[in-house]
């Protein structure tokens, strides 16, 4: 953002509402999903698991994330490892397990693809949502503003 752009500011969304009935729940996002994992994890149930992966830019983003549910958290570095990488080297139960995932476009395009496709979770219980694309700003079509 530049001296007098506009900038649109949004809470938490009740957009996704954990299901009650799963007893995993695997969140992952980059920078750009912290606020929305932080404030998931404290609705989930206690006496349920939550597996977190988040990929930051900037390691001094990481911080606790305190929740009713047991949580387990793999934090990344930028450019170490992606995103899916870290998700195809956890052991995920079959059943059971819900889903939220935020973060580039692209990055999100190919988690659910392995979630739905080859780990064949149920696709009432993964949820994807695109916060932003390499090379665009939102509101933008001729990519004048840039995400890197």
Do not use: K, M
């Not at 870290?86 to 889903?99: F, H, I, K, N, Y």
């Amino acid at each position: 953002a530049r001296p007098g752009d506009e900038l649109i500011f949004v809470g938490p969304s009740p957009a996704y509402q954990p299901a009650p009935e799963a007893h995993t729940y695997l969140l992952a996002g980059d920078s750009s999903a912290l606020p929305a994992i932080e404030a998931i994890l404290r609705e989930l149930p206690a006496g349920t698991c939550a597996q977190v992966f988040l990929q930051l830019t900037d390691p001094a983003e990481r911080r606790a994330l305190p929740s009713p549910a047991t949580v387990e958290v793999t934090w990344l570095d930028d450019g170490v490892a992606t995103l899916l990488d870290a998700l195809r080297e956890t052991e995920l139960p079959s059943t059971g397990v819900d889903t939220w995932v935020a973060a580039e476009r692209s990055v999100v395009q190919a988690i659910r693809g392995y979630l739905l496709n080859e780990l064949r979770l149920d696709r009432q219980h993964v949820r994807t949502t695109a916060y932003w694309r390499h090379g665009r700003a939102e509101g933008t079509s001729s990519g004048e503003h840039t995400f890197t």
